[in-house]
């Protein structure tokens, strides 16, 4: 169905839902996510997945869920916990995020500092973290929806509503609900919450300390999309680009690299299968814009250097240092004859930039440039969360949810 909004000529942008009902009008059937699932890669393209956001909207609208509600959302890099972020932010609820490896009595706290009275999960794991949680907890959720209902059977403690029949529900509205929900869309200003996140900064393997402390960072519309504009300009990130959402879920780096920057450019996002696969789904995307956290940079560069035994670990360490300070066609050779290769076997075979957070050591920066790959740390995700966690207008301030230390 095509909506009154997607009608009008020159949308003025002021929320992420509408830069995705803009780029599902102009890139149309271009692919926007990719999930690999038992081994096959399938697709939504930028209209379906504007039309299932729409649907999820349309379904929290029915259930009563409308502007200024938080809806936490729980759980792994997967496609559809992403649609339900930007169908809260279509209604002017605040999505709080929380990665899958959340403790049981750290979600429950958030959800009830948050007073949180709808709960989107990825699966049974982050369910029966809600089993876990006190009655004082659960008799406030009015809704628990379930992307993947696999093991599950509703209980008498805590029932749940499938993502599927959400959808179909959301589908099916009449006429005049979608024009309302249309009009809701048109109402969302860039002082607006794209999302709060407890623990923005929490990365792979995290030690238990990093979850006792809950924060407060409060990321508007505004901020999101002026972020995203400058770095998709200077790099020319753009709808041919392909990124790959694999870092933990709630942190400001995958909001801003999996959600934020791709639905400004209009680039595709790559869900890998599983933890265990994420090298080989990384090589068989081919990212070309990649964002990766200090120790991991160090990690691939010293499991390269301990694939060469003896002699050649030495001569590859010179081989490196020689393409990370020469400029000269002699580099180039080396490059081609020898680093490339490597490239492709890291999953870098089509990556023209590298934007690395953290502090990474030198000699892993130098790695990357050694393999011709452009990074950039100078306007790093440690400077946007700094810059995004003193938000002080509109109703960032009306529906923040204030510092809660345990």
Same mark, same amino acid.
């Given at each position: 169905? #095509? ?12 929320? *992420? ?24 890669? /399938? ?16 379904? !929290? ?7 200024? =509600?938080?809806?936490?959302? +729980? ?43 709808? +709960? ?8 029966? $973290? ?10 406030? @959720? ?30 099916? +509205? ?7 929900? =249309?009009?809701?869309? %048109? ?12 623990? %923005? ?38 709808? $041919? ?7 933990? !879920? ?29 090298? +080989? ?9 990649? !964002? ?20 050649? /670990? ?24 020898? @680093?490339?290769?490597?490239?492709? #076997? *890291? ?23 050694? *393999? ?5 740390? %100078? /306007? ?27």
């Amino acid at each position: 169905m #095509v909506s009154s909004i997607e009608r009008e000529s020159g949308l003025n942008v002021t929320s *992420l839902p509408q830069l995705l009902l803009k780029n599902a009008s102009r890139l149309g059937n271009r692919a926007c996510m990719r999930e690999k699932h038992r081994g096959i890669w /399938r697709q939504w393209s930028w209209q379906q997945v504007l039309e299932g956001v729409r649907a999820l909207a349309a379904a !929290f609208q029915l259930r009563g869920v409308k502007q200024g =509600d938080r809806i936490a959302i +729980v759980g792994e890099n997967r496609p559809r916990l992403y649609w339900a972020m930007s169908a809260a932010q279509w209604l002017g609820s605040v999505p709080v995020l929380l990665a899958a490896d959340t403790p049981a009595d750290v979600l429950a706290r958030v959800l009830a500092e948050r007073q949180v009275s709808v +709960v989107v999960v990825d699966g049974s794991g982050q369910f029966e $973290k809600l089993l876990q949680a006190g009655g004082a907890v659960r008799i406030r @959720l009015r809704d628990v929806i379930v992307d993947n209902p696999f093991g599950l059977q509703a209980g008498d403690t805590l029932s749940f509503s499938v993502m599927d029949d959400l959808i179909a529900a959301g589908e099916q +509205v009449d006429p005049a609900t979608q024009a309302a929900l =249309d009009r809701t869309l %048109s109402l969302r200003r860039l002082e607006n919450c794209v999302a709060d996140l407890p623990f %923005s900064d929490i990365t792979l393997g995290s030690p238990r300390d990093a979850w006792s402390q809950t924060q407060s960072t409060i990321i508007s519309h505004a901020d999101a999309i002026e972020f995203a504009g400058q770095d998709s300009k200077a790099y020319d990130v753009n709808a $041919k680009d392909d990124l790959v959402a694999y870092l933990p !879920f709630g942190s400001w780096a995958d909001l801003y690299s999996s959600h934020i920057l791709p639905l400004l450019a209009g680039a595709t996002v790559n869900f890998p299968e599983a933890a265990d696969t994420l090298a +080989v789904d990384i090589r068989e995307i081919g990212p070309t814009v990649h !964002f990766i956290p200090d120790w991991a940079i160090e990690k691939l560069r010293k499991a390269t250097l301990a694939r060469a035994k003896g002699s050649r /670990r030495e001569r590859l360490a010179k081989l490196i240092d020689a393409c990370r300070v020469r400029r000269n066609p002699l580099t180039l050779v080396l490059r081609v004859c020898y @680093l490339w290769p490597l490239r492709d #076997v *890291l999953g870098f075979s089509r990556t023209r930039i590298v934007f690395t957070f953290g502090s990474p050591k030198s000699e892993a920066i130098d790695f990357l440039t050694a *393999l011709g790959i452009r990074t950039d740390q %100078s /306007r790093g995700l440690g400077a946007r969360k700094i810059a995004t966690s003193a938000l002080g207008s509109g109703l960032c301030i009306a529906t923040s949810a204030k510092s809660a230390v345990s």
